[in-house]
């Protein structure tokens, strides 16, 4: 049997029952980095990955930026078995079986915005896509803006083909072409946010023709109210589907390996006071490692004649406006855009898939107010690399914090980033052994044990002993990858000089122990020294 060097009484452990919640201070932290995903495609529309720092430009508020971090991120290969065998005890050393479920997909249905033709057409193309792409390492879950007709991550593609089945238009907005005057969202901005009196002179013509007075006072009077009212209504249901997108960016950020969203929505109107719940979104998006693609569901988008000249014009730009936030959110997370077309199936193998290669700039701006005020962003190429016909697409913008980074905090994103990643790590020489003893049917005692190797690890001095502290976070996911528990403790290690000499000879066990019902799970294991070196490593594991 393995010697390892136990320490009951030496080391004092702090736990939480829902990690990452504590972090060790002695994180090494990015004060206020903002961070631009960035996607470059050739002219065949392929992501390309031999770009260095200096063939990109960045701008906040139109002043060049200095790039401080730059980094290349390869969607990787479908994850390989992980290798291990069982003892007779119930401990597994590595794991057994399948890796587990890497890539999960979340299909957002705008069911608040899609009319019922374009819902019935969009349907039909995703229950092929995810006939056609659903591998065995994938998960699909169904969400929708309205939050009705929903399904978590599974693989099982009858119920995702059922549930999906059942969305329908849920709109809450109560006009129709029979409203005396009717007025679109778009001519709305443009009367009440925008003064457009081009605009203001339409709707009330409208509603002179279906009011039949001849008051100039009332008929504008009447034309306002309508387009406050509708205004009102629209802008309420823009905030709840991006509350709708906030909450699914974390519902993915509880899932290991890569994770997209495709939102599937005509488009919308966002008023600038809506702008900056956007830019937190996107913020959210990149903290969680969550990329957003976009599908129009429009297809294929023609302007239809009729009204003049000048209606015609409001309603191209209005088609124009309303893919726009899709696009923001695509481009500001590192995903794809698809739009301008009837073939909806090719739609949804683009965005469903990951960019081969994105590009992670990071900068931190000069002289940053915390005022919560916008700052628009633009990257461009260089002319260091050959780029003709390269097309770029990055975050249009941030939100200024309203208060310095706090340290722990960003110490916790960075947990929580390693926790549900499934990378594998080995900055620190750390195994990972699991092992479970059934107390009944129904309950099982899983240890999880991280066996560190410390003769790398840096010790301080202080009154007579060697002084360490070891973070190590664990977490249990089901065979969907959904997470089932989580515990983080820090290890406090005070040592004599004979135990530390003990200690590096024989390395030490770290464990955590969770009670858990019998099944198949993987067990993802983070360790980290106070240096901010890490070791992570995964395992199956199977209790009968």
């Known amino acids: 049997m393995r010697s390892v060097f136990l320490l009951p009484l030496l080391v004092a452990a702090s736990a939480s029952s829902q990690a990452p919640a504590n972090a060790p201070a002695t994180f090494s932290t990015k004060v206020n980095l903002v961070t631009v995903p960035v996607v470059v495609r050739d002219p065949e529309g392929h992501a390309i990955g031999t770009l260095k720092k200096e063939d990109f430009q960045l701008f906040d508020k139109g002043k060049p930026q200095v790039i401080s971090e730059f980094t290349i991120e390869k969607s990787p290969a479908p994850p390989v078995p992980i290798e291990g065998t069982a003892t007779v005890s119930g401990m597994r050393k590595g794991g057994e079986g399948a890796a587990g479920p890497a890539r999960f997909v979340a299909y957002l249905f705008d069911d608040m915005h899609t009319g019922f033709a374009d819902l019935v057409r969009v349907r039909a193309a995703a229950e092929q896509h995810l006939e056609e792409s659903l591998g065995p390492g994938d998960r699909a879950a169904i969400y929708t803006t309205s939050e009705l007709n929903t399904l978590d991550f599974t693989d099982d593609k009858d119920k995702l083909r059922e549930t999906m089945k059942r969305i329908t238009p849920r709109s809450k907005e109560t006009h129709s072409a029979a409203d005396c005057p009717d007025v679109s969202v778009f001519m709305a901005d443009a009367i009440v946010n925008k003064g457009d009196p081009t605009a203001l002179g339409l709707v009330s013509a409208a509603a002179a023709a279906c009011m039949k007075v001849a008051s100039k006072m009332l008929i504008e009077s009447e034309a306002r109210a309508a387009a406050n009212r509708m205004l009102s209504l629209a802008d309420a249901q823009a905030q709840s589907s991006l509350a709708t997108l906030g909450s699914t960016i974390m519902r993915m950020s509880t899932v290991p390996g890569q994770r997209t969203i495709v939102l599937v929505s005509p488009g919308f109107l966002l008023t600038n006071d809506r702008r900056q719940q956007q830019a937190s979104l996107i913020d959210l998006a990149i903290r969680a490692h969550v990329t957003v693609s976009a599908l129009d569901a429009r297809g294929l988008y023609t302007v239809m004649p009729g009204g003049g000249a000048a209606m015609t014009q409001y309603r191209t730009e209005a088609a ?143 009154a007579e002993l060697n002084r360490t502290t070891v973070m190590v976070a664990a977490a249990v996911f089901d065979r969907n990858g959904l997470l089932v528990t989580t515990l983080q403790k820090d290890f406090v290690l005070s040592l004599t000089d004979a135990r530390l000499a003990a200690a590096r000879a024989a390395g030490v066990a770290l464990p955590l122990a969770f009670d858990i019902a019998p099944g198949s799970y993987i067990v993802r294991l983070v360790v980290r020294d106070s240096d901010g070196k890490t070791a992570a490593h995964n395992s199956a594991v199977e209790i009968p």
């Open 320 to 462: 124009q406006i309303q893919g726009d936030v899709l696009s923001e959110l695509a481009d500001g997370t590192g995903g794809t855009f698809f739009h301008n077309s009837d073939d909806l199936l090719e739609g949804f193998r683009r965005t469903g898939a990951f960019p081969e290669f994105t590009y992670m700039l990071g900068f931190v701006p000069q002289d940053l107010k915390f005022d919560g005020s916008f700052h628009g962003l633009k990257v461009t190429l260089t002319s260091t690399a050959d780029t003709r016909g390269f097309t770029l697409h990055a975050r249009r913008g941030y939100t200024a914090p309203k208060h310095s980074n706090d340290a722990a905090a960003d110490a916790k994103e960075e947990l929580g980033a390693m926790i549900f990643s499934r990378a594998e790590i080995s900055d620190i020489p750390v195994t990972l052994e699991t092992k479970f003893v059934k107390a009944n049917e129904n309950t099982a005692k899983l240890s999880v044990v991280a066996h560190l190797d410390m003769k790398p690890i840096r010790f301080q001095k202080a």
